[in-house]
Nanobody
Framework: QVQLVESGGESVQAGGSLRLSCAAS????????MGWFRQAPGKEREGIAL???????RYADSVKGRFTISEDNAKNTLYLQMINLKPGDTAMYYC??????????????????RGKGTLVTISS
């Protein structure tokens, strides 16, 4: 199993930047991909970024060019660098991981391991 703990969420003004972190522990060596998804109040979950074991990345159109996913394997930590934040980015942000390549798509919320989330609030 894999345990995931997100951090870094806070309240910032529009146009600002944040970096979210996701610390992974457990049998992390078996993961083939990890990602981030978010859920805003009253809205459906949205997969926003994915990275696989080869370092390939994918992004949702809503964040492409503004968000960057990366990982530090030595620290077992996944990151999401966010710039030019907008009020519409306000949401709970979650990281997720999977042992299965079939799960390595932008439906990140479908991965079998998910953290409890960190709240990002963007004010205008």
């Amino acid at each position: 199993q894999v345990q995931l703990v997100e951090s870094g969420g806070e309240s910032v003004q529009a146009g600002g930047s944040l970096r979210l972190s996701c610390a992974a522990s457990g049998y992390t060596y078996r993961t083939v991909c990890m990602g981030w998804f978010r859920q805003a109040p009253g809205k459906e979950r949205e997969g926003i970024a994915l990275i696989d074991h080869a370092g390939n990345t994918r992004y949702a159109d809503s964040v492409k060019g503004r968000f960057t996913i990366s990982e530090d394997n030595a620290k077992n930590t996944l990151y999401l660098q966010m710039i030019n934040l907008k009020p519409g980015d306000t949401a709970m942000y979650y990281c997720a991981a999977s042992y299965y390549s079939s799960a390595c798509g932008l439906r990140v919320y479908g991965m079998e391991y998910r953290g409890k989330g960190t709240l990002v609030t963007i004010s205008s």
